[in-house]
């Protein structure tokens, strides 16, 4: 029987997607629950998984084509079946084609920071190489198996193709180098590229951000000696992948802090402000072409080592691809964290149609003045953005005071 699989509606705002490969080909046997092909949405590049298993007996669009949800995408029969195109009960909807980027690996496809995503190439062995990778051993005929990997986890990646073989051909000739006069300087060629999904969507949430909020910012230096202190005793003899980051802290502690100013766990529309009953922090991960908001629900319910878990979770399915619609919807407060890269402070604009956002900087060892007395201490400098129709400066300052009660204090975040 022939079955249709049609354009998934990745959240509750989503009103068409980009597909942007397809991982199962034509002719090609498929297992409901395995990838399908990858979609982008304005928020992420999320891989689909088939909801039938058969054979994969027609592509109906081609790959970098925009269309709306719900559009008839790809045909897969049980095996064996003839399949008569003309029995497709499904019409095909008129699609728009975007114009191919001339790299495919603009698309979102990594975490905090950004690599080649891993996949599984359609070969009998199991080969780590980026999507792009594949691509061009595809297309030029190498044999991924004799390549070696310099990406994450030995991962192949464009770079690694660069002096690879055709499959069948000898290495070629490397030719005598010859000393030679400096070559004249050339002025070097703008380059233009096509504006992604992501970062379109992200231009026009911040400029209605930056235009329709009237916005203020409020900042407070932390003393972080106890929760250094406190996060390395708690690490100590842990693997990695258990460890808690500083970040989880402030996920936690702004967590606890807006039960005590609802107003910055609010959003507004029209004459109406709505305090949100649940507070799901979301959390700002740079990604190769703009920011994803990973969202941790109900933080204030959950003790720190289920917040670092979950993010460790989360932010490997946007490594691997594989993120989920919960993963990036409902958050009501967001933190923006740049410590990692020895940010001392910044502000953040104001994720809509959100009241507040955090912004995070580096805990860095500073000089300090202790009872009259010069030494040396950890602080880590935060900045409130607030939305002034909804909160002002006197209640954002109680809040960021309120904040250090946890970050200062961190045992009782235990």
Same mark, same amino acid.
Request: glycine share 6%; proline share 5%.
């Given at each position: 029987?022939?079955?249709?699989?049609?354009?998934?509606?990745?959240?509750?705002?989503?009103?068409?997607?980009?597909?942007?490969?397809?991982?199962?080909?034509?002719?090609? %046997?498929?297992?409901?629950?395995?990838?399908?092909?990858?979609?982008?949405?304005?928020?992420?590049?999320?891989?689909?998984?088939?909801?039938?298993?058969? /054979?994969?007996? %027609?592509?109906?669009?081609?790959?970098?084509?925009?269309?709306?949800?719900?559009?008839?995408?790809?045909? /897969?029969?049980?095996?064996?079946?003839?399949?008569?195109?003309?029995?497709?009960?499904?019409?095909?909807?008129?699609?728009?084609?975007?114009?191919?980027?001339?790299?495919?690996?603009?698309?979102?496809?990594?975490?905090?920071?950004?690599?080649?995503?891993?996949?599984?190439?359609?070969?009998?062995?199991?080969?780590?190489?980026?999507?792009?990778?594949?691509? /061009?051993?595809?297309?030029?005929?190498?044999?991924?198996?004799?390549?070696?990997?310099?990406?994450?986890?030995?991962?192949?990646?464009?770079?690694?193709?660069?002096?690879?073989?055709?499959?069948?051909?000898?290495?070629?000739?490397?030719?005598?180098?010859?000393?030679?006069?400096?070559?004249?300087?050339?002025?070097?060629?703008?380059?233009?590229?096509?504006?992604?999904?992501?970062?379109?969507?992200?231009?026009?949430?911040?400029?209605?951000?930056?235009?329709?909020?009237?916005?203020?910012?409020?900042?407070?230096?932390?003393?972080?000696?106890?929760?250094?202190?406190?996060?390395?005793?708690?690490?100590?003899?842990?693997?990695?992948?258990?460890?808690?980051?500083?970040?989880?802290?402030?996920?936690?502690?702004?967590?606890?802090?807006? %039960?005590?100013?609802?107003?910055?766990?609010?959003?507004?529309?029209?004459?109406?402000?709505?305090?949100?009953?649940?507070?799901?922090?979301?959390?700002?991960?740079?990604?190769?072409?703009?920011?994803?908001?990973?969202?941790?629900?109900?933080?204030?319910?959950?003790?720190?080592?289920?917040?670092?878990?979950?993010?460790?979770?989360?932010?490997?399915?946007?490594?691997?691809?594989?993120?989920?619609?919960?993963?990036?919807?409902?958050?009501?407060?967001?933190?923006?964290?740049?410590?990692?890269?020895?940010?001392?402070?910044?502000?953040?604009?104001?994720?809509?149609?959100?009241?507040?956002?955090?912004?995070?900087?580096?805990?860095?060892?500073?000089?300090?003045?202790?009872?009259?007395?010069?030494?040396?201490?950890?602080?880590?400098?935060?900045?409130?953005?607030?939305?002034?129709?909804?909160?002002?400066?006197?209640?954002?300052?109680?809040?960021?005071?309120?904040?250090?009660?946890?970050?200062?204090?961190?045992?009782?975040?235990?």
């Amino acid at each position: 029987m022939a079955n249709t699989v049609e354009m998934p509606k990745l959240g509750f705002d989503m009103a068409e997607g980009k597909l942007v490969r397809w991982v199962k080909a034509e002719n090609e %046997k498929v297992e409901k629950g395995e990838v399908l092909a990858e979609i982008e949405t304005d928020k992420a590049t999320v891989e689909v998984e088939s909801t039938f298993s058969g /054979i994969v007996a %027609k592509h109906l669009v081609e790959e970098n084509t925009v269309l709306p949800v719900g559009t008839p995408i790809a045909v /897969i029969t049980d095996e064996g079946e003839i399949f008569n195109p003309e029995e497709l009960t499904h019409k095909k909807t008129e699609t728009k084609q975007d114009v191919p980027v001339e790299s495919s690996e603009s698309k979102v496809q990594a975490s905090f920071p950004i690599e080649e995503i891993t996949e599984k190439p359609q070969t009998s062995g199991f080969i780590k190489a980026s999507p792009l990778a594949k691509r /061009i051993a595809h297309e030029k005929g190498i044999d991924l198996t004799v390549v070696t990997g310099t990406g994450p986890e030995g991962r192949i990646v464009k770079r690694d193709l660069a002096g690879a073989n055709v499959a069948g051909e000898q290495p070629a000739p490397q030719p005598e180098v010859k000393a030679e006069a400096p070559a004249p300087i050339v002025s070097g060629k703008d380059e233009v590229i096509e504006i992604s999904r992501l970062r379109a969507a992200i231009g026009k949430r911040m400029l209605e951000s930056h235009q329709a909020i009237p916005n203020f910012t409020v900042t407070h230096s932390y003393n972080a000696d106890a929760l250094i202190t406190i996060r390395k005793e708690m690490n100590e003899g842990m693997a990695d992948e258990a460890k808690i980051s500083v970040n989880d802290f402030f996920i936690r502690a702004a967590a606890l802090a807006l %039960k005590q100013f609802p107003n910055l766990n609010s959003s507004i529309s029209g004459s109406q402000i709505t305090r949100r009953g649940d507070i799901n922090i979301g959390v700002a991960v740079a990604v190769e072409n703009g920011l994803l908001t990973i969202v941790v629900k109900n933080a204030d319910q959950k003790p720190l080592s289920q917040i670092s878990q979950e993010m460790k979770e989360m932010t490997a399915r946007v490594k691997d691809g594989k993120l989920r619609n919960e993963d990036i919807e409902g958050s009501t407060f967001t933190i923006s964290n740049l410590g990692m890269f020895e940010v001392e402070d910044f502000t953040a604009i104001i994720n809509p149609p959100e009241a507040a956002i955090l912004a995070v900087g580096s805990a860095m060892q500073v000089p300090v003045v202790e009872n009259g007395v010069l030494a040396v201490g950890w602080r880590v400098k935060a900045t409130l953005s607030a939305d002034h129709r909804i909160t002002d400066g006197a209640e954002a300052a109680h809040f960021m005071q309120h904040l250090a009660l946890y970050l200062e204090q961190p045992w009782r975040l235990l």
